[in-house]
């Protein structure tokens, strides 16, 4: 008997002394490195060099009091989870994207703490230098690496460098170059996190669900987004009009300052089905004080990233020029047509921006620009009627839940609210359906500064209904003024012609 216990001890040894170096060999994960599971495998995965051990990780660390609603979704629903809900809850997998920044590190410890299998995953989606010739990148990277560190989960990194040149930046140019102004942030998360990174979660990681940092809710609760079936669906310009659809739709942020929804407008049924965002239902504030309870100091001071997507804050107009020829032109006035001074090109300019004058002390802005002779007007106001508009038309609007909307298919019309830019207050309007799929939007009052190439945000309540981009615009106010103007000259011109009543 003692034989065999020897034997069987000394076959446990060896298998838990090779079990690690086969699964290396495998590619798959291996021991704890300096305290921290990374994983070998993904598309150009790479790991930062470790910073240093850390202690053995104990149980999720204790935080501050959640607020109710956001106990309800995470699953506490009164009183502690029994022992078979919280198997449960440790059977679950979850891949986190970590950018490096606070939102995403309470994300991904808020998860930890529900009892899920968490992996955190950096997606570096752009190689050049910034100005000061640091790499940011490398450094948000360093940032996310040590989140995982603290929290104890496996951390990847994967590139999608030549998704993002192809899908979002190339895009980008192309728009800039027909006179527009794009939002590269929509389309980042469209194709980059919520199909890429998405797609790789589910079938590299073996997740059960994806959970990124944004301020945003849906319809379902966590143990809901679990029971989702992935499935890669055909690309139809149609879908099946009788295909049951049991959707989920995209709420805003219990935050409404910082509400994210206006960025995740265009992201598809099938990826929201697959998301948590576990910030939902807390504040800014909130978030701060568990990364300061948990010392995550080195993400909580910071500074908020308020540049484009995965390229980061930078001088806009010298970065463009590295990719677009200058197509030097004249600042005209939008009222007497009287040059005011030359620019490099019209794509460095957006409606509404202040444009710096040569010369001038007073404030000009810019209120509307022609590719065709590389003008761009100009308006001595930053409240110039020239830059209010009540209606503009989309292109093919991106249905979030119901595509389109039952009342809007049924009446042609329908009432509802609208953003075309993140944080702006929210503007009634009423949508007009097109047989091609676009709206036409008529605003209740004239908008300042609406822009070609941005996405017109739809809203009912706090449902974000969709997103389409703008296309067109209809005439300014000053424009409708001035031909109110030249409708009622000859009219006082005949009025004064007649001869007085003697």
Request: with cysteine.
């Amino acid at each position: 008997m003692d034989m065999k216990q020897s034997k069987g001890d000394i076959f446990l040894c060896v298998f838990l002394y090779l079990t690690p170096v086969l699964l290396r060999a495998a590619g798959g994960v291996g021991p704890s490195l300096c305290g921290l599971r990374v994983a070998w495998w993904g598309p150009e995965v790479s790991r930062p060099p470790c910073p240093g051990a850390l202690p053995e990780a104990g149980p999720a660390p204790p935080g501050p009091a959640v607020p109710v609603a956001a106990r309800r979704r995470s699953g506490a629903r009164g009183g502690r989870k029994g022992g078979g809900a919280m198997l449960a809850a440790q059977a679950r997998r979850v891949a986190c994207a970590v950018s490096g920044g606070v939102d995403s590190a309470v994300a991904a410890l808020l998860l930890r703490r529900r009892g899920y299998q968490v992996t955190g995953v950096f997606m570096k989606n752009w190689d050049p230098l910034d100005e000061q010739g640091a790499c940011s990148v490398d450094r948000d990277c360093e940032d996310a690496y040590r989140v995982c560190q603290k929290l104890d989960i496996p951390f990847h990194q994967v590139s999608y460098v030549k998704e993002y040149w192809n899908e979002v930046f190339s895009d980008l140019l192309k728009e800039y170059e027909l006179g527009r102004t794009p939002n590269p942030d929509i389309l980042c998360n469209k194709h980059i996190k919520f199909n890429y990174f998405l797609h790789y979660a589910m079938d590299n990681l073996g997740a059960d669900a994806i959970a990124t940092g944004h301020y945003a809710r849906t319809s379902l609760e966590d143990e809901e987004v679990f029971q989702q079936k992935h499935t890669k669906r055909p690309q139809k310009l149609f879908r099946n009009r009788f295909e049951v659809r049991n959707t989920v739709k995209l709420l805003q942020g219990a935050d409404l300052f910082k509400d994210q929804t206006f960025f995740l407008s265009q992201i598809s049924q099938d990826a929201l089905k697959k998301t948590i965002f576990p910030l939902g239902d807390l504040t800014k504030t909130f978030v701060k004080k568990i990364a300061a309870e948990h010392d995550l100091h080195h993400v909580l001071k910071k500074k908020e990233s308020m540049g484009v997507c995965f390229i980061g804050e930078r001088n806009f107009e010298n970065f463009l020029l590295e990719y677009l020829e200058p197509q030097p032109g004249n600042f005209v006035s939008i009222e007497d047509k009287k040059v005011m001074g030359r620019h490099k090109g019209w794509f460095l300019f957006t409606i509404g921006q202040r444009a710096r004058l040569a010369g001038l002390k007073d404030a000009w802005f810019v209120v509307d620009k022609d590719v065709s002779t590389g003008d761009v007007f100009v308006a001595p106001s930053r409240d110039h009627p020239a830059l209010y508009r009540e209606l503009l038309r989309t292109n093919r609007v991106h249905w979030i839940a119901e595509e389109p909307p039952a009342e809007l298919v049924r009446e042609k019309m329908m009432e509802c609210h609208f953003r075309f830019r993140h944080q702006m207050a929210l503007v009634p309007c009423v949508l007009t359906l097109n047989q091609d799929g676009s709206v036409w939007v008529t605003l209740v009052k004239p908008a300042r500064a609406i822009t070609p190439g941005q996405f017109a945000v739809f809203y009912k309540g706090d449902e974000c209904l969709g997103s389409g981009k703008i296309l067109r615009m209809g005439p300014s106010v000053y424009t409708l003024q001035q031909g109110k103007n030249r409708e009622e000259s000859p009219k006082k011109e005949e009025i004064d012609k007649i001869e007085p009543a003697t």
